[in-house]
């Protein structure tokens, strides 16, 4: 018998707990930083005017991203720092999460498209959702990323 709790909670930045936001941080900077060798400044001052997605199962956070308004880091509204735990990959959290946030994000936001940086090897990942590439790869600190447009 499976006895796993999993739930949602989305918050603005202001609301989040010091525990949800150091768990929050450490998930990115697990497969941000570590898993994916890539030095940069994850701390980027949109956070504060963000909506925070996270995703958990028994109190930890297996799944996570931020809801980015019109404005914040596109001309539309953005989904941003999807992450998962590497101990919950191919369990279907990932798409759990994208599936909530797109429609959490037109609850906060409206009807409208969605914009987000893909890391490219995520391109038919994100296209199962509606999202389309739009524009040329480019290098987003060492990693190949595309624009991809959710009409």
């Known amino acids: ?82 992450v998962s735990s590497p101990k919950y990959r191919k369990t279907g959290a990932g798409r759990r999460l994208i599936a909530e946030a797109i429609q959490l994000i037109h609850q906060q936001f409206g009807e409208g498209p969605i914009r987000i940086g893909a890391q490219c090897y995520l391109i038919k990942f994100y296209a199962s959702f509606g999202f389309i590439e739009e524009g040329e790869m480019y290098l987003e600190d060492g990693i190949e990323h595309i624009e991809m447009v959710r009409p």
């Open 1 to 82: 018998m499976n006895t796993a709790t999993s739930y949602f909670s989305l918050k603005p930045f202001e609301l989040l707990t010091p525990f949800e936001l150091y768990a929050m941080l450490q998930l990115r900077n697990e497969v941000f930083v570590v898993e994916q060798n890539c030095v940069f400044q994850d701390a980027d001052n949109k956070d504060q005017k963000s909506i925070h997605l996270m995703f958990w199962e028994n109190n930890e956070l297996i799944a996570y991203c931020r809801l980015l308004p019109p404005g914040l880091a596109y001309n539309e509204m953005s989904i941003g720092r999807v």
